[in-house]
């Protein structure tokens, strides 16, 4: 595994970080067994789909992948008390509270079938629901995995590999490949102060933005507790666009809803509300998670919504141009040559409860493409897309802006302890939404 993807692994031990990738299929035509089956065949051409995580004897070294078995235990089908779409909403929210143990198995696919009242279905709909543990992907590489599975063309097969380590082999690389990590580790170290140090004089010199400020916390900003709410806004995509991309235009439609709920439940709203915002790294992924968090003004005190989007836009670009800085691609140089022991016990020592006086965000934002509205699964056709970032202790409050074909989905997830009328929030995020696309239109 890369430092980056191990470091992920152990963070999900801190705090679960699982993805749920959600599609919905209305007519479907096969029967349940068939379903599975041909599932778990299509599952094992694929290469994410077939390893799972080995941790090295003692944690001398980073985890590797090793080949896994698929079966039909990784396929699971979820009887609901009654087939309706709020049902199968409590259903999710109960697989939020579940984790994979990537040891094991870093995926599993949970199938929800006949629920009825589903949107954009005509009849019931089949819910597919793919769980990845978020050291196997990130946000894109899941869905380009979950393309693969659900493609109407089954994927090219390749080779894979089925050769599994011994522990004396895999604690003999570490052994061979550490003097080679320390010369790294002070060559790399070196070249990132110096990186940093062009990252202070550009921003000083007004070539980058600065860092972004911190946040005063909201209602969002509480531990969330054990239990999870789940609502989707499923809407057209043109409802989103108007001279801005989808992700700035569903950001400012979360912006408004944000703002008129915490203006109703507590009274007022901090102008300085943002959100963290889940952005990908410049150039090839060597890495699976090839991502960083950045956080992104919402602007909630600019009245004119068309000049807010603009904002919010601005401080995306803000944002993407910091992070495409010299001085991080040379921060991820220098982690890569820090021996796994290290990268673990800084993880273990990082205390994951403590809640700061202020916040790089009021709540999350992931917003993903997935592509053509072309997928099938059991005979039925793709009519939405779904996925709820996970909840930690300083966040309670997440959204996902997903969106297939000529749709987006804004996802909400939240707790009892943030947001416990999250229908009343649902309904503000819809007219959040009409009040965005008549302003950008």
């Not at 692994?9 to 749920?20: A, G, T, V």
């Not at 590489?141 to 659900?150: E, M």
């Not at 403590?354 to 509205?373: F, H, I, L, Q, Y």
Request: hydrophobic share 40%; aromatic share 4%.
């Amino acid at each position: 595994m890369t430092p980056t993807d191990a470091q992920t692994f152990w963070i999900s031990e801190k705090i679960p970080n699982d993805q749920l990738l959600l599609y919905c299929f209305d007519g479907q035509s096969q029967s349940m067994d068939e379903l599975r089956r041909a599932v778990v065949e299509r599952a094992s051409l694929i290469p994410d789909l077939n390893v799972r995580i080995r941790e090295s004897p003692w944690h001398l070294d980073y985890p590797v992948w090793e080949p896994m078995p698929v079966d039909s235990s990784l396929v699971r089908v979820h009887e609901l008390p009654e087939n309706s779409w709020l049902s199968c909403i409590q259903g999710i929210e109960k697989l939020l509270a579940n984790h994979v143990d990537p040891r094991e198995s870093p995926w599993a696919l949970h199938l929800f079938h006949g629920v009825t009242g589903v949107p954009r279905c005509s009849g019931p709909a089949l819910i597919a629901v793919l769980q990845v543990a978020h050291s196997l992907a990130d946000g894109k590489r899941a869905s380009a995995i979950a393309r693969l599975l659900f493609s109407p063309q089954p994927p090219t097969p390749q080779k894979m590999d089925e050769r599994r380590s011994g522990s004396a082999e895999i604690l003999g690389r570490a052994a061979l490949r550490l003097p080679g990590q320390l010369v790294s580790l002070f060559r790399d170290g070196r070249a990132g102060h110096k990186a940093q140090l062009r990252l202070q004089a550009d921003t000083e010199s007004g070539v980058v933005a600065p860092q972004a400020a911190s946040r005063p916390k909201v209602r969002s900003n509480v531990p969330p507790g054990p239990h999870r709410l789940v609502r989707m806004v499923v809407r057209d995509s043109a409802d989103f666009r108007g001279g801005v991309s989808v992700t700035v235009g569903a950001m400012t439609a979360i912006s408004v809803a944000m703002a008129n709920y915490l203006t109703e439940r507590d009274g007022s709203v901090p102008p300085e509300l943002g959100a963290e915002v889940t952005i990908a790294k410049a150039g090839t992924p060597t890495a699976r998670n090839h991502f960083r968090n950045a956080g992104v003004g919402l602007f909630p005190d600019v009245d004119d919504l068309r000049e807010r989007a603009q904002r919010i836009k601005e401080s995306m670009d803000e944002r993407r141009a910091r992070a495409s800085h010299s001085s991080s691609a040379a921060s991820d140089l220098a982690l890569n040559a820090v021996p796994g022991p290290l990268v673990r016990w800084g993880v273990q020592q990082y205390d994951f409860t403590a809640v700061p006086d202020e916040v790089t965000g009021n709540t999350v934002v992931s917003s993903v493409a997935r592509g053509d509205a072309d997928l099938v699964l059991g005979g039925g056709v793709v009519r939405f897309t779904a996925g709820f970032p996970s909840l930690s202790p300083v966040m309670s409050l997440t959204h996902g802006v997903h969106g297939i074909g000529d749709t987006v989905t804004i996802s909400i997830t939240s707790s009892p302890a943030s947001i416990p009328d999250i229908d009343v929030y649902g309904q503000m995020m819809h007219d959040a939404i009409d009040e965005v696309r008549e302003a950008l239109s």
